[in-house]
């Protein structure tokens, strides 16, 4: 298995362009999230997915969007991206219990 | 916002000592888990403790919680080189699935 798959791995976009992060599970898990972490911030919840054909804002969703394709693949979707958007982003799934599994990360940078 | 507070932000000790971080955290909780970050990787679960556990152990990491003070410690005995991290407390509140993740206590432990 490989858990929770995200690509790309790095991305450098300038201002005002778009970029779409993917993200892949193959646990079978209801539960999907998106999280960017900055630092001296820890985590922060973008937009989570609940099931297949739902999504909701978490704390920070302003200028994201997201789409749960189907239920091993959601998506985060930045239409016009801004320096304050420079980020590290995680995905990460949740099964039946309360833990999460992450993804390895995307390392955004906008210039 | 954060709602779980790790202590100390930072942590340096030398093979084979102890470490203690710390949680506090300021509503009531159905849920507290730790989770490790190895630099550059995703976020891994660790443990997690229910509101109506005192203690629990996995291998070298014992976890208290203390609802009465709001507050958990993670100790990890006989540190390792490897067990260089970061280490983040993350709460689930009652009626929620979400975790609410805190800023993290970074630990080196020096060969």
């Known amino acids: 298995n490989a858990g929770v798959t995200q690509t790309p791995k790095f991305q450098v976009l300038k201002t005002g362009q778009s970029m779409t992060l993917q993200c892949a599970q193959d646990?079978?898990?209801?539960?999907m999230y998106w999280y960017r972490q900055d630092p001296g911030m820890g985590l922060r919840l973008i937009y989570y997915?609940?099931?297949?054909?739902?999504?909701d804002k978490g704390e920070v969703p302003n200028g994201y969007n997201v789409s749960r394709l189907n239920k091993r693949e959601f998506s985060l979707r930045l239409e016009s991206a801004a320096p304050s958007q420079t980020s590290v982003y995680f995905c990460?799934?949740?099964?039946?219990?309360?833990?999460?599994?992450f993804g390895p990360g995307t390392r955004l940078t906008v210039t | 916002s954060q709602q779980g507070e790790e202590d100390p932000q930072a942590l340096s000790i030398q093979e084979g000592e102890n470490a203690t971080m710390n949680c506090s955290y300021k509503?009531?909780?159905?849920?507290l888990q730790w989770y490790r970050q190895n630099s550059g990787r995703g976020l891994v679960h660790l443990i997690l403790?229910?509101?109506?556990?005192r203690e629990k152990h996995s291998g070298r990491l014992r976890v208290t919680l203390d609802t009465s003070k709001k507050s958990s410690s993670l100790l990890i005995t006989a540190s390792r080189a490897a067990d260089t991290a970061s280490y983040f407390c993350?709460?689930?509140?009652?009626?929620?699935?979400?975790?609410?993740f805190g800023r993290g206590t970074s630990l080196i432990v020096h060969p």
């Open positions: 509503t009531s909780i159905n849920n």
């Open positions: 403790i229910r509101s109506n556990e």
């Open positions: 993350a709460t689930v509140k009652g009626g929620s699935y979400i975790p609410t």
């Open positions: 997915s609940a099931s297949e054909g739902t999504t």
């Open positions: 646990m079978n898990h209801n539960s």
């Open positions: 990460a799934s949740g099964g039946g219990s309360y833990e999460q599994y």
